[in-house]
């Protein structure tokens, strides 16, 4: 598993963890080890073993394709893997983005179209600044 990969699941590990208000400790007690694992788990810094990471999703009650990218992401994901180490999106970045993308759907009407038109500003305002 790439560093990336590792990083994403890390990330997917911790937020769904957070979400369901467990400690490390208490989900590396549910599944058999260490916090300090989960702790190195979520970071990337470790590879999460398959046995482990199915462990994990059943403890957090999520689907185990809900810990990587979707199919539909793969063709980005597969650019960002090959890219140049200074082209590549790191995986806070594409937390980042993810995260952009479920506050959009969560919003609706106004709300969104807020967000919408803040994000667009950001890009025109970079745009216009590197010209």
């Known amino acids: 598993m790439s560093v990336e990969i590792r990083k994403y699941v890390g990330n997917r590990i911790r937020e769904y963890r957070k979400s369901k ?5 208490y ?15 979520e970071n990337g810094t470790n590879e999460t073993e398959l046995d482990i990471l199915f ?5 957090l009650e999520r689907p185990i394709d809900d810990f990587f990218p979707s199919k539909t992401n793969n063709n980005n994901l597969e ?8 082209e590549k999106l790191s ?3 594409l937390m980042l983005i993810k995260e952009i993308t479920e506050k959009a759907l ?10 919408m038109s803040n994000i667009k500003f950001a890009v025109n ?7």
């Not at 208000?21 to 400790?25: D, E, G, I, R």
């Not at 969560?106 to 967000?115: D, S």
């Not at 305002?125 to 010209?131: I, L, T």
């Open 79 to 86: 650019r960002a893997l090959k890219a140049s180490d200074d």
């Open 55 to 59: 462990k994990i999703a059943d403890v």
């Open 125 to 131: 305002f970079f745009d216009q600044s590197n010209e």
């Open 21 to 25: 208000k467990m400690t490390q400790k």
């Open 91 to 93: 995986a806070d970045d």
């Open 106 to 115: 969560e919003l609706e009407g106004e709300e969104r179209k807020k967000l």
């Open 27 to 41: 989900l590396g007690d549910k599944i058999g080890v260490r916090h300090n694992t989960i702790s190195s788990y």
